[in-house]
């Protein structure tokens, strides 16, 4: 049972660290959302029109998270306030983005010049789940293309999710998606998340989203 | 480094059982498929298309890995000669199927009379590219809607893989997906992968693949 020892180690070293970013984020009244979907689900989209829908009154920084690669980095420099780039490596060292990391990226940002911190994690729905990074709230995107039973195999991400985009509304029509089948897999795991129908492509939905998104920080 | 010694150990592990496993399978003349994709991508119903065209003259065995849940499994049951579920529980155990888990399988599944083991990994692009679980060929599914700069940011399980099949390309219309743009990001980390444009949903595109597996378990 040695790994399992090991790895339970390593999960509550990380919480301890979480716990450590939120203290300084809160000290800088910066709020922090750790956004995480399957591959294409439209992470980066999302947060381009996130970033379009509250400037110019919100100054943002994001944190691109990728394995490998800076692509997504490269289409949010230019409308964020300020972007930094995590390359998590992947295994023997991280899948998924860790608390230790984003202190890191923190210390490269201009916290007192920030509103809201964007998390892009990697794309991926089981190891994120499991890593606390020291956001206030949790967004999961999924994409009508994936299919409505996403939620009853990638259960723990949607469990704890403050927040559920359903992405990629436009293709509706051409997938096989049932949207009650959906939410009602969502809200038998997870009592509170607030569902967001979307389309980035269209810009369908985001303005819900966005006045949601204002709120959380007017109210936090 | 710690964390990185016994995570490197593990790997070291994982490719001796992976060797083993293999061995049996070739004492049984039985090719094994590694199958792997991003949530939602059709892995199931590109296992039940395969199925139904290599029916009825190869006898097929089924692992389907998932973390939690037998959705997948229910879906198979009843088409293939056999099916074994595996819950991969997650960390702190492990987010991918490992060598030891389809050991297990294989002494649940009647070797003597299976031609071809199709093995389901986890919905996932980055931890099943690390581990070899003793399969003869690793297939990974893209899906149009994903978008083509995939392989840029999930490089290893690209790398790696004998076959891609790009899925849902009925819904090529209604996405943004060059073709050429993927599969030219394809070829730059691997000169050897086949390329199979697929829709699981119409069929097309399924015959070539059945018929490249089919001369893949003649020829070797």
Known sequence: ??????????????????EGNRAVLDR????????????????????????????????????????????DAEKVQGVASAVVQINTKGMPESCALVADMIQVAMERLPLDDLDLILIENV?????????????????????????????????????????????????????????DKFTRAVRNLNAR????????KTGEGVAEWVAWLRNQRATR
Chains 1, 2 share one sequence.
């Open 123 to 179: 794309g991926n729905l089981l190891c994120p789940a499991e890593f606390d990074l020291g956001e206030h709230l949790r967004v999961v995107i999924a994409s009508t293309p994936e299919g409505d039973d996403k939620p009853l195999k990638y259960a723990l991400i949607y469990a704890d999710a403050d927040a559920v985009v359903i992405n990629k509304s436009d293709l509706l029509p051409y997938v096989d998606f049932d949207m």
């Open 28 to 71: 800088h009244n910066c709020l922090a959302v750790n956004i995480m979907a399957a591959p294409g689900a439209g992470k980066t989209s999302f947060i381009l029109r996130t970033i379009e829908g509250l400037r110019p009154d919100t100054r943002i920084g994001v944190i691109e998270g990728d394995v490998v690669s800076t692509v």
């Open 1 to 18: 049972m040695r790994k399992i020892e090991i790895v339970q180690g390593i999960l509550d070293a990380n919480e301890a660290t979480a």
């Open 193 to 200: 998340a607030v569902f967001f129908p979307m389309s980035c």
